[in-house]
């Protein structure tokens, strides 16, 4: 569902200066897989999943999602495509805290001008649901923990039923219980909807009970294992 073929990033840096950062990288990723992405800080894994988020444009190599090449897309269709295939879970949850918290999981629906809609609204609750929280469905973000937080986000990430989520130190702010509730969500959703789901973590322990295991190290992947007993 995912292919890195020769992906380049280069940064400017200055006003004359390019420093590449993604030096060829080549990937795929198969459709339900559930995959850890780790590495040293500083090692792109960060600028990686922007790329592959669309969020941002290589400077060398292609990218396809659901087989189709993204280089060439114009803004426009990357977002599109972005909106219909990808969800995204950060370190930092990025909830509105002015809106609901039932607001916030609707948020790509809407951002993607989707009608509030009853039946939109059931899909958030129910998402909220599975994530223990539909009796928080009104509350601001803040009232909530850092983990009901991050539980929210992965609720908000799904919404829109992506083929792929992305997820990047989900559990980074978060103790060792909170952090487990929230890789096991993460699990559950790539079982029960056949995600694929592309995590970067720090802890070898939640690494462990992926699928796979790709390593990258100085912009490049030096590894890449299967898990014995992912899960
Ligand atoms: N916008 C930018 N402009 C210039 N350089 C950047 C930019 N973003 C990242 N870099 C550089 O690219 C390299 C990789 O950064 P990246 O954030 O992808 O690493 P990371 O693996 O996610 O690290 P961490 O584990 O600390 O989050 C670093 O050397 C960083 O300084
Ligand atoms: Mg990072």
Known sequence: MLRLQQLRKSYQVGTALQVEVLHGIDFELRRGEFTALVGPSGS?????????????????????????????LDDAARTALRGSSIGFVFQFHHLIQAFPVLDNVLMPALVQGARRSGELERRGLELLQAVGLAAHARKRPNELSGGQQQRVAIARALL???????????????????ADEVFELLRSFNREFGCAVLVVTHDPRLAQRCDRI?????????????????G
């Open 160 to 178: 829109t039923r992506p083929a792929l989520v992305l997820a990047d130190e989900p559990t980074g702010n978060l103790d060792t219980h909170s």
């Open 44 to 72: 792109g894994k960060t600028t990686l999943l922007n790329l592959i988020g669309l969020l941002d444009t290589p400077t060398g190599g292609e990218l396809f999602l659901l087989e189709r090449p993204t280089r060439e």
């Open 214 to 230: 790709v390593d990258l190290v100085d912009g490049r992947l030096v590894g890449d294992r299967k898990v014995a007993a992912g």
